[in-house]
């Protein structure tokens, strides 16, 4: 036996090496962050462990809760009707529903801001018309953590639009018709076969959602709310100390590793099975009347309210400010 049959060479694997390189890249900015914990806690942490970390964390969490919750009420209805029901206008809405994710949450943010201000024109208008102040004052405190709590929804939806029309328009239907012939109804079939099938998609999606929100910085700093985010950037840039940032940075990772584990540690023991010879999108049903008027207003308006109206509204402030600039000049 030859030497080289007893050890044989090894062969160079590119999409293995490829890997490892990625996974060090994207693992070594983390790393680095987390170590600092270990390098002792500094006063800036004292501080805010003393008396901002708190609302820190209650703050991410409520804006975390009501994110997942908006993105999942815009989102499901939206890939349900999309997946399973046709009429006119289906096939431009299923791809104008992505398009709010174009935008970062802070422009909208700033646009509505504009829009809703108490000098502004939907404010002035109800003035005007003697509106009660009751149906004002929700729109005066848009800058709150429920206004961005929906400008983040706007914007994050088609996460969960995305996976949870691809998870729809893969379940069979032969399931939905079993279901139909031991006389359930739309709803229930809705609620107890359609939902609990597509829920590993719907959590990935609103999971990549609230994922985003503790990333955002731009949205909760212009309207006031206190989050993990404006502190790390206020103990980095304020108080000047890169250790108090990286361990607001580290506990911010652990939760949303713990959240991780959390979701996948409970759908674990689940299966999930789908027949494949007949898929959903194949049994679609055809609208008319005022339900084709429904189907295509729910479709709508997150596209309306998440891209149509703010683009308008950044348009006429581009051209309107360009001609009183041209006018002084």
């Known amino acids: 036996m030859t030497q080289s049959s007893r050890w044989p060479v090894p062969r160079f694997n590119g999409l293995l090496m490829t890997t490892v390189v990625a996974a ?4 070594l900015p983390v790393l680095v962050v987390v170590s ?3 390098t002792g806690v500094s006063d800036a942490w004292n501080h805010l462990l003393e008396t901002l970390l708190g609302r820190y964390a209650l703050n991410s969490l409520l804006l975390s809760a009501l994110v997942a919750i908006g993105v999942v009420i815009l989102g499901v ?4 009707i999309i ?4 009429f006119k206008g289906r096939g431009i809405l299923s791809w104008l529903l992505l398009l709010p994710m174009a935008y970062p949450a802070y422009i909208l943010a700033y646009t509505y801001t504009g829009v809703l201000d108490y000098s502004g024109p939907v404010l002035t208008a109800m003035r005007e018309l003697n509106a009660p102040t009751w149906a004002m004052d929700p729109l005066l405190n848009i800058r709150s953590l429920p206004g961005a709590a929906i400008m983040l929804s706007l914007v994050l939806y088609p996460y969960v639009y995305l996976l949870a029309r691809a998870a729809f328009m893969d379940q069979s239907a032969n399931l939905m018709e079993a279901a139909y012939t031991l006389g359930q109804s739309r709803s229930r079939v809705f609620m107890r076969i359609v939902i ?3 829920r590993p998609a719907i959590a990935a999606g609103t999971l990549l959602a609230v994922m985003e929100t503790l ?3 731009g949205t909760v700093q ?3 709310v206190q989050t993990f985010t404006t502190g790390i950037v206020r103990t980095y840039y304020g108080f000047g100390d890169t250790v108090g940032a990286a361990q607001l940075s580290t506990l911010l990772l652990g939760c949303v590793f713990c959240l991780v584990i959390f979701e996948k540690s409970s759908r674990s023991r689940v299966r999930y099975y789908s027949d494949r010879l007949r898929k959903l999108n194949q049994t679609s049903v055809t609208l008319s009347g005022w339900r084709q ?7 709508v308006l997150p596209v309306c309210f998440g891209f149509l109206l703010p683009t308008g509204i950044l348009l006429y402030w581009a051209f309107f400010y360009a001609e009183l600039q041209s006018m002084w000049s």
């Open 24 to 27: 060090l890249c994207v693992a």
């Open 36 to 38: 600092f914990v270990i």
């Open 77 to 80: 209805p939206a890939a349900w």
């Open 83 to 86: 997946s399973f029901y046709r």
């Open 196 to 198: 609990p099938m597509a």
């Open 215 to 217: 990333a955002d910085f």
């Open 222 to 224: 212009f309207f006031g």
């Open 293 to 299: 008027s429904v189907a295509q207003l729910l479709c």
